[in-house]
């Protein structure tokens, strides 16, 4: 239990730390997505590790009926065979993972593959240095 809120404080407190760039190409109908490119750990391995964040322009409900205008996320992206899966991930109340978490998932989820046309494909273009991107602090 002490491990799980330790990492739950950490992951919440991020924001702080973050210098969270606007992607391109993720302006979907009232949704922007935030990298934290400074971050993005094992850069240049097979394997890197990426936070990101969603906004919502309206807000969203969870299954269990939680209002949420923000999303979190840790993720692992495997380079080299095109694949991703995520770690943690926290619903906020609030824009820009500010707020009340209603959700905050910390066990890692089965490895996905990337579809090519999808936000975890240019996500995982930026974690992989496939990509560049403009920086919009």
């Given amino acids: 239990m002490k491990k799980l809120t330790i990492i739950m404080l950490l992951f919440m407190c991020t924001n702080v730390m973050a210098a969270w760039s606007k992607l391109e190409d993720t302006h979907a109908a009232g949704v922007t997505v935030y990298a934290d490119i400074g971050k993005i750990r094992n850069k240049g391995m097979p394997r890197v590790k ?12 969870t299954s269990s009926g939680h209002a949420y205008l923000s999303v979190k996320a840790l993720v692992e992206y495997n380079c080299d065979e095109e694949h991703y899966r995520v770690l943690a991930s926290s619903m906020h109340t609030g824009p820009m993972g500010t707020g009340k978490v209603v959700s905050f998932i910390s066990d ?10 999808t936000l975890e494909e240019t996500l995982w273009k930026v974690a992989c240095d496939k990509k560049s991107i403009t920086r919009h602090d």
Avoid: C, Y
């Fill in 50 to 61: 990426m936070r990101h964040l969603i906004n919502f322009q309206n807000t969203d409900i």
């Fill in 108 to 117: 890692a989820k089965h490895w996905e593959p990337v579809e090519s046309g």
